[in-house]
């Protein structure tokens, strides 16, 4: 059965019918049809996947560029978060890297007139061993300074949240000028790859496939109907709850939590179904014209609804049977 059925049946339902139809595009001979209805499931949209920004220093927030509902780019800058400690620590290594690499070059002058007075033979040779010695040792401090120097550089540059994926903003827990600790949650994400999360009731487990197509309609944007296909159904429940992703044709943009009626099909059933250009309705009474041996009367009907369904058509509950000719009225 095609979703266009499915569709066109949202809340009543969807049938494979079967019209007999003559020469005279004017009249057709109506047969019965089978009818699978559907009933509208409660569902919940969330996000396909859920992203966190959290801080690794303790310090202030002295930045804060996002807002809910905001759509960040992965890299992108979220919050600064600023550790007072660290620009002091900064300042005094790069004070002492400076010295220490002033004193290593005057070593190394040294050094290089002691060798040439060594080979001279007016220089001893054990304290010019003992001065590469130093030299030796004082380069191995300027290179752990500089190390040091480098992770407490890096230290700071975790100061800069950055967004971890394409991504819509759905919730922001801190204010600019918030003191923060390592771990706290900064921003919340709902990522934007096209990708919707249904959480049905457990019952419905089993009308649940990978690969199938059902219908959406969203109650809080006016009964607009769209199509997804599942694409992955989790193995384990949630709440009481099965919970898959699907994919929206031409994407959903729905709020994260938002509900969600999911058609589920709940048994078949055997009608006749008319094009409602076929109905004509007078003082409140619905007919259709009947062919009553070599002429067509018109002859009262009881429909199912007072209006056509999205295919237009009606479904007739009493006054036809199957095998019998009906006419267009003028």
């Known amino acids: 059965m095609g979703i266009t059925s499915l569709i066109a049946a949202f809340g009543m339902s969807a049938a494979s019918m079967v019209f007999a139809v003559e020469a005279s595009a004017q009249v057709m001979t109506v047969e019965e049809s089978v009818i699978v209805d559907f009933r509208p499931v409660v569902a919940r949209v969330e996000a396909g996947d859920t992203a966190t920004a959290r801080s690794r220093l303790q310090g202030i927030i002295t930045r804060l560029l996002v807002d809910e509902g905001d759509v960040v780019k992965a890299g992108d800058l979220v919050a600064l ?12 290594l790069d004070s002492r890297i400076a010295g220490m690499g002033s004193q290593i070059k005057q070593n190394q002058d040294d050094i290089a007139r002691a060798e040439a007075l060594e080979k001279q033979g007016f220089y001893p040779k054990a304290r010019l061993e003992s001065e590469r010695t130093t ?11 500089e190390a040091e120097r480098r992770a407490l550089a890096a230290r700071k540059a975790e100061g800069r949240i950055l967004a971890p994926a394409d991504a819509k903003v759905t919730s922001v827990k801190v204010v600019a000028g918030s003191v923060i600790s390592p771990g706290e949650v900064i921003a919340s994400f709902a990522t934007l790859d096209g990708v919707v999360r249904l959480s049905l009731p457990e019952r419905h487990a089993s009308e649940m496939a990978e690969g199938e197509t059902v219908a959406l309609r969203l109650p809080a944007r006016g009964g607009e109907v769209r199509t997804a296909t599942i694409m992955k159904v989790y193995p384990e429940l949630r709440d009481g709850a099965v919970v898959a992703d699907a994919v929206v044709q031409g994407g959903l943009e729905a709020l994260v939590g938002e509900r969600v009626d999911v058609l589920a099909p709940v048994g078949e059933r055997r009608a006749m179904l008319v094009p409602a250009e076929f109905v004509s309705t007078r003082y409140g009474v619905d007919f259709i014209r009947v062919k009553v041996g070599d002429r067509f009367v ?33």
């Open 81 to 92: 978060v600023t550790d007072a400690t660290l620009d002091p620590q900064l300042a005094a």
């Open 135 to 145: 030299l030796d040792v004082m380069q191995r401090s300027l290179t752990s300074a």
């Open 298 to 330: 018109d002859a009262p009907v009881a429909l199912s609804a007072p209006l056509p369904n999205d295919a237009g058509q009606y479904e007739v509950l009493s006054g036809l049977k199957s095998g019998d000719q009906i006419e267009k009225p003028e």
